[in-house]
Each structure stands twice: as structure tokens, then as C-alpha cells.
């Protein structure tokens, strides 16, 4: 006898057909036209919410909250997103005031929702090593040169140990909150800086010293794990800049003081260093890879320095989850083995002053592999110049840029790493962000976002449904879950991507400055990418 047949399946509405319509019957077709409805309503909400067709100049967005307890110390929290006062989006989510934390009153329901996941008490869920498993992943990584794929493979280890360093600032809890989800429980230490000026040497005020709710979030809530500290260092530099070289040259100092961090904090030759801005990360699955495959750059019985680099190809995500950029690749973060970090490795082959541009800076160019084929270094000598932070953040020495082996693009070159650029929440924050670090913008406070900067350009068309097609990058034309690969942990919270892109979407049609404009307004677009200041 054939199993029964469900209303839905051919055979079944046959039935229906032939039988006549009951009360019955016809209370089956309202409640499958439901089903219908509920599926396909999140496609009809994708096309107008992330892909509008509207783009009226006068629309006024707003977001209203509301709180409901549910418990004696948790509420569900729920925000409203309005168009012009009809509601287009809602988005829940519980708060269990569980936490002695104080969140940033200024983050949004989306921003509070990924923090409170973030800080939350929980095990590292692949604590364990398993050696049938880490041998799968090891051979989904390769690296690239000349024409030819070397996979990783697996040796059985203990698993290494990472240590993580970044410049930190202005940069949004999406980022931070985002990254520090990616990899809990994973690195052994984590070192961030925070500088009293801007990278123009801009005075700002210090965002996450001791006794702030900042400092608290970030270095006492155990956000990168329950045994991963976090240090914070402060630098300040009150000379002539220019005196001393110019350029970006305070980044280089004070990136140099994340070496005494990692020192502090008790890394070796034999551990890993990763060093990033504050809105980079490894995927957690290629972090777990570096820890435990075999690859050359991170052995330190044959590593001689000669090529030390791992460059992690990082997907781009433009100020929302859901503007992931599809046609390009960010080149970090970057990874070291310590044995060839200065200050960690042997000083017998650290570089002096006089063998780089200037103190701090990066290395001349007989002393590279890309421009001098290391010329200028004794031949003698079994090991290579060490890295300093300058050189880590270059293309200095010699490098391997890792992929994750994929099936869903043509070469299958997989991203290993995220890149959540130009997170923000407010317009106010972005354009003292353009105005004062690299690569400045002067006139940024008198400028529509969207004309500042080509990747502003591209975030404003994606948030807004405008086409990209004059964009020197394109995003993904669906909904992120409907992607094929490997997404941020963060971005399965339940809600939370397109509560954050209607949240961007609210701050960016209410910016005072309009939004009816594009980069290829501005007269520096011609030629800007080749004009670039190096």
C-alpha cells in the first residue's frame, strides 16, 4: 500500500480536485495558501527592504523600541523600524540582565542583540581536538604560486598557540562584537593599543581606558573567551611627526608596542602572532587550521624567514551583513610565526635603523624578497631579517596567501578571513573617520557619504537597492543566508543581519547631508584608484 499523500504533493491535490471542495478540504487550501505566504514573504521583504525600488528623496526613517519582562530578570526587547510612520521591519530579541555589563547607549537593538551574544558566559564548543576532523579541514586550505595549489595537510600536534594584536579606536561594537564571537576561546592573548591622536595626529579622546563601560566590555568581560586575557596599552606622541618621517610613521610606533604586549603576555618563537585592524578577523574554522595543519610558513624547525607571511584573503562586508562585497578580496590579516617577529625571534638577524626607511618603518628594499630579492642581507647567514609591525602590514618579505578550497566559485579560491569595513552608527563617526586617519579626506564634513569614497559609494547603492553596476565592486544580490559559503559566526544570530542593515539604512536616509549622489560626482573619481597615495 502507498504511503498516504500530503495535501501539498501532486497526488494529494489531485484528490482534492476530484473529490469537490469540503469544509474541510477547503480549510487544508487556506491553511497551505498560508504556508505559501509565509515562505515567500521573506523574498518580497528581501526586494524591498535590501533591494528597494523606491527611491524617493523625502522618505523619514525611524526606530522605535519597546520592552516586555518575561521573567525576573529577562525581557524581549523589540525594535521597529517605520517608513515614514508605517512599520516595514521588526526585530526581537531577549535580554536576560544576566550581565553586570553596562551596553553603549548608542549601538542600536541590532548592536545590543550581537554584545550581549558576545559577552554571554559559555564553553569553547570545539575545545576538543579531533584528529579525523582537523585532517578534513586542513585539506580544505591551500595556498596559491605559480599556477599550483599546495593543500596543507595534517600532522598530529598540540595545538599551537595564537596570539592576536590590533590598533584600536573609533571602531564599531558591530566589528569588535562580530570578531570577538568569530574567535572565542582560540587565541591565548589578545593586544590592543589605543592611541591620543588620530593617524594625522588629530586629538581624540581615549575611548578604552579603565574604569569606562568600553573598557569594561572589552578587557573585563572575558568577550574573547573565559581564558584569553586582553591587554591594553596607550601610546601618545606629542613630537613633531614630521621630524621623525612622517606618513603614517604613529602607526608604526604604535604598533610596535603590540610586540611588547605579546612579550608580556608570554609568547615564543614557536607561537603565531596575528596582527589586524580592529575590523579583521581569521574565520574560525582557518584559525583552528593554523593552530593545528602543517604548514611550512608556521614550522619553526625549517622556517627561516625567507618567506614568512600567511595572508589571510579576507571577504569584504560594506557596513551591513548584507553588502557583502562578491568581486574582491581584502589581503588580511596577517600571520607570523614568531621565531620571525623582532622582539620575539633571534635579535642576531633583527634589521637596524639605518637598513629601513626610518626607525619603526618598514625595511629598504634590498632587504625585501618582492623588490630586492633580499640583496642587501648577508648570505652567510641562515635566517632572514626579522618582521617588525611595518613590514607585517606590507609586501616586505616573502608571502603565501591561503584559500579555502570551495566548489561554488569558478577557481575555487575560497575566502579564510572577514573584513567588516566601514562599520558605523552614525555619519557623524564616518566622516571624523575620513577626515583624520590614512589616506584623509579634508573636505569629508561638507560631503554626501556616498561621494567620499568609492567603497562608501557601493555600501550607500546596496543599502539603498540602487544598481552597482557603474561600482568598480558588486555585492551579493540576495539575502546573505541564501550564500553558499562560510559566513560570520555573529551573522547566524536570529534577526540580527537585517536588523543592522535597516538600522544603516534609517542612519543613512536620515543623514543631513542627502543621499542623492554618487562617487562618479566627485571630480577625483577619474583615475583615483591609480592615483592612490601610496
Known amino acids: 500500500m502507498p504511503p498516504p499523500q500530503s495535501p501539498s504533493s501532486p497526488r494529494g491535490a489531485q484528490r482534492l480536485v476530484k473529490g469537490g471542495i469540503t469544509k474541510f478540504s477547503l480549510l487544508r487550501l487556506v491553511l497551505a495558501f498560508a504556508i505559501v505566504l509565509f515562505a515567500v514573504a521573506p523574498i518580497f521583504l528581501h526586494h524591498s527592504v535590501v533591494h528597494p525600488t523606491n527611491n524617493a528623496p523625502h522618505q523619514l526613517w525611524h526606530m522605535r523600541t519597546s520592552s516586555r519582562r518575561i521573567g525576573k530578570s529577562s525581557t524581549i526587547e523589540t525594535v521597529k523600524y517605520e517608513l515614514n510612520d508605517k512599520e516595514v521591519f521588526n526585530f526581537?530579541?531577549?535580554?536576560?540582565?544576566?550581565?553586570?555589563?553596562?551596553?553603549?547607549p548608542d549601538i542600536?537593538?541590532?548592536?545590543?542583540?550581537?554584545?550581549?551574544?558576545?559577552?554571554?558566559?559559555?564553553?569553547?564548543?570545539?575545545?576538543?581536538?579531533?584528529?579525523?576532523?582537523?585532517?578534513?579541514?586542513?585539506?580544505?586550505?591551500?595556498?596559491?604560486?605559480?599556477?599550483?595549489?599546495?593543500?596543507?595537510?595534517?600532522?598530529?600536534?598540540?595545538?599551537?598557540?595564537?596570539?592576536?594584536?590590533?590598533?584600536?579606536?573609533?571602531?564599531?561594537?558591530?566589528?569588535?562584537?562580530?570578531i570577538a564571537m568569530e574567535t572565542y576561546g582560540v587565541y591565548t592573548a589578545v593586544a590592543f593599543v589605543e592611541s591620543n591622536r588620530t593617524q594625522m595626529g588629530t586629538p581624540r579622546k581615549l575611548r578604552f581606558v579603565n574604569g569606562t563601560a568600553e573598557h569594561k566590555i572589552l578587557v573585563?568581560?572575558?568577550?574573547?573567551?573565559?581564558?584569553?586575557?586582553?591587554?591594553m596599552?596607550?601610546?601618545?606622541?606629542?613630537?613633531?611627526?614630521?621630524?621623525?618621517?612622517?606618513?603614517?610613521i604613529r602607526e608604526h610606533m604604535q604598533r610596535n608596542l603590540i610586540i611588547n604586549l605579546w612579550k608580556k603576555a608570554g609568547m615564543t618563537p614557536d607561537d603565531v602572532g596575528v596582527l589586524t585592524d580592529a575590523d579583521e578577523t581569521l574565520t574560525r574554522d582557518f584559525l583552528r587550521a593554523v593552530q593545528t595543519c602543517d604548514m611550512p610558513e608556521l614550522n619553526p624547525e625549517t622556517q627561516n624567514c625567507h618567506t614568512a607571511k600567511v595572508i589571510v584573503a579576507s571577504m569584504v562586508f560594506e557596513g551591513s551583513p548584507e553588502c557583502m562585497t562578491v568581486t574582491r578580496k581584502w589581503m588580511h590579516?596577517?600571520?607570523?610565526?614568531?621565531?620571525?617577529?623582532?622582539g620575539i625571534g633571534d635579535d642576531e638577524f633583527k634589521l637596524d635603523d639605518s637598513q629601513r626607511q626610518r626607525q619603526f618603518a618598514w625595511r629598504k628594499?634590498?632587504?625585501?624578497?618582492?623588490?630586492?630579492?633580499?640583496?642587501?642581507?648577508?648570505?652567510?647567514?641562515?635566517?632572514?631579517p626579522l618582521w617588525n609591525p611595518a613590514d607585517f602590514r606590507r609586501d616586505q618579505g616573502g608571502h603565501k596567501i591561503y584559500f579555502e578550497d570551495v566548489d561554488y566559485l569558478p577557481f575555487r579560491m575560497g575566502h579564510t578571513g572577514y573584513h567588516f569595513h566601514?562599520?558605523?552608527?552614525?555619519?557623524?563617526?564616518?566622516?571624523?573617520?575620513?577626515?583624520?586617519?590614512?589616506?584623509?579626506?579634508?573636505?569629508?564634513?561638507?560631503?554626501?557619504?556616498?561621494?567620499?569614497?568609492?567603497?562608501?559609494?557601493?555600501?550607500?547603492?546596496?543599502?539603498?537597492?540602487?544598481?552597482?553596476?557603474?561600482?568598480?565592486?558588486?555585492?551579493?544580490?540576495?539575502?546573505?543566508?541564501?550564500?553558499?559559503?562560510?559566513?560570520?559566526?555573529?551573522?547566524?544570530?536570529?534577526?540580527?543581519?537585517?536588523?543592522?542593515h535597516m538600522e544603516l539604512k534609517?542612519?543613512?536616509?536620515?543623514?543631513?547631508?542627502?543621499?542623492?549622489?554618487?562617487?562618479?560626482?566627485?571630480?577625483?573619481?577619474?583615475d583615483w584608484y591609480e592615483n592612490l597615495p601610496k
Open 108 to 178: 542600536g537593538g541590532a548592536g545590543r542583540s550581537l554584545l550581549l551574544n558576545a559577552v554571554e558566559e559559555r564553553p569553547v564548543w570545539d575545545d576538543e581536538i579531533d584528529p579525523e576532523f582537523d585532517a578534513e579541514r586542513c585539506r580544505r586550505y591551500f595556498s596559491y604560486q605559480n599556477y599550483t595549489k599546495n593543500f596543507s595537510d595534517y600532522k598530529a600536534r598540540k595545538r599551537r598557540r595564537v596570539f592576536l594584536g590590533s590598533l584600536i579606536a573609533d571602531d564599531s561594537w558591530h566589528s569588535l562584537g562580530a
Open 333 to 342: 590579516p596577517d600571520v607570523i610565526l614568531g621565531k620571525c617577529i623582532e
Open 422 to 500: 566601514n562599520y558605523f552608527e552614525t555619519t557623524q563617526q564616518l566622516r571624523k573617520k575620513y577626515m583624520t586617519y590614512g589616506h584623509p579626506i579634508r573636505e569629508a564634513e561638507n560631503m554626501t557619504v556616498d561621494t567620499m569614497h568609492p567603497d562608501l559609494d557601493l555600501m550607500v547603492d546596496c543599502v539603498l537597492g540602487r544598481s552597482t553596476a557603474e561600482n568598480k565592486h558588486n555585492t551579493l544580490s540576495t539575502r546573505l543566508e541564501e550564500f553558499e559559503g562560510r559566513i560570520p559566526i555573529a551573522y547566524g544570530i536570529d534577526g540580527y543581519t537585517m536588523a543592522r
Open 220 to 231: 573585563e568581560s572575558n568577550i574573547f573567551g573565559p581564558n584569553t586575557p586582553v591587554l
Open 233 to 248: 596599552d596607550y601610546f601618545a606622541y606629542e613630537g613633531d611627526i614630521d621630524a621623525i618621517g612622517g606618513g603614517l
Open 365 to 384: 628594499k634590498e632587504y625585501t624578497l618582492k623588490h630586492g630579492n633580499y640583496s642587501g642581507w648577508p648570505k652567510e647567514k641562515k635566517t632572514y
Open 506 to 526: 534609517a542612519i543613512l536616509m536620515n543623514d543631513e547631508r542627502g543621499h542623492n549622489t554618487t562617487w562618479h560626482d566627485n571630480p577625483k573619481a577619474k
Open 92 to 104: 526581537a530579541y531577549e535580554d536576560r540582565h544576566t550581565s553586570n555589563i553596562t551596553m553603549p
